[in-house]
T-cell receptor, first 116, second 112 residues
Framework: DTAVSQTPKYLVTQMGNDKSIKCEQNLGHDTMYWYKQDSKKFLKIMFS???????INETVPNRFSPKSPDKAHLNLHINSLELGDSAVYFC???????????????FGPGTRLTVT | RKEVEQDPGPFNVPEGATVAFNCTYS??????FFWYRQDCRKEPKLLMSVYSSGNEDGRFTAQLNRASQYISLLIRDSKLSDSATYLCVVNIYTGTASKLTFGTGTRLQVTL
């Protein structure tokens, strides 16, 4: 019954590797997001997709590439991993925003990425 | 200056106490406001939206002052289960996208 699910939950990898994180939501939402929460617990948006279309692309290195095969899935691929990529990555979804809101975003359980 | 500023705490309070958290935001174009709660090693979850008229949900009361760009959260009769990090969140709708900006959170520890 999980509303927003992510795999894997933990990911430990070496610098220079390429890895992917998958996200799926079964809430019927049109909009999905990727957030990064660093070691200081600061949660910052990276990307947002609405119905498979990229609508928010914050200042993120182009080693990070989101892909949305359909509106229920938003995956994150990271090339050439660096030590500074170590963080918790959260996927989220929300209804398609029409106007100022408010709109609740539903978060997945997070993927804890450790780059060694 | 951070877009959303909060006192990181921790706030250590005994059970039954009343505790208040404050938050300021810098972007006057912010349109909607929230408090999210994040338990240790868990995902953020919506606690409540914040409306200009102020709103209450059980022991929780939220206030918004748009002129001062200030948001508050009051928790009455604190419970052990209230221990968590409380995230102040503002939303700007760009016309195509709804973008949430999170504060760094205020940690609350409720003790016996």
């Amino acid at each position: 019954d999980t509303a927003v699910s992510q795999t894997p939950k933990y990911l430990v990898t070496q610098m220079g590797n390429d890895k992917s994180i998958k996200c799926e939501q079964n809430l019927g939402h049109d909009t999905m997001y990727w957030y990064k929460q660093d070691s200081k617990k600061f949660l910052k948006i990276m990307f947002s997709y609405n119905n498979k279309e990229l609508i928010i692309n914050e200042t993120v290195p182009n080693r990070f590439s989101p892909k949305s095969p359909d509106k229920a899935h938003l995956n994150l691929h990271i090339n050439s991993l660096e030590l500074g990529d170590s963080a918790v990555y959260f996927c989220a979804s929300s209804p398609n925003p029409q106007g100022a809101g408010p709109y609740e975003q539903y978060f997945g359980p997070g993927t804890r990425l450790t780059v060694t | 200056r951070k877009e959303v500023e909060q006192d990181p705490g921790p706030f250590n309070v005994p059970e039954g106490a009343t505790v208040a958290f404050n938050c300021t935001y810098s972007n006057s174009a912010s349109q909607s406001f929230f408090w999210y709660r994040q338990d240790c090693r868990k995902e953020p979850k919506l606690l409540m939206s914040v409306y200009s008229s102020g709103n209450e949900d059980g022991r929780f009361t939220a206030q918004l002052n748009r002129a001062s760009q200030y948001i508050s959260l009051l928790i009455r009769d604190s419970k052990l289960s209230d221990s968590a990090t409380y995230l102040c969140v503002v939303n700007i709708y760009t016309g195509t996208a709804s973008k949430l900006t999170f504060g760094t959170g205020t940690r609350l520890q409720v003790t016996l």
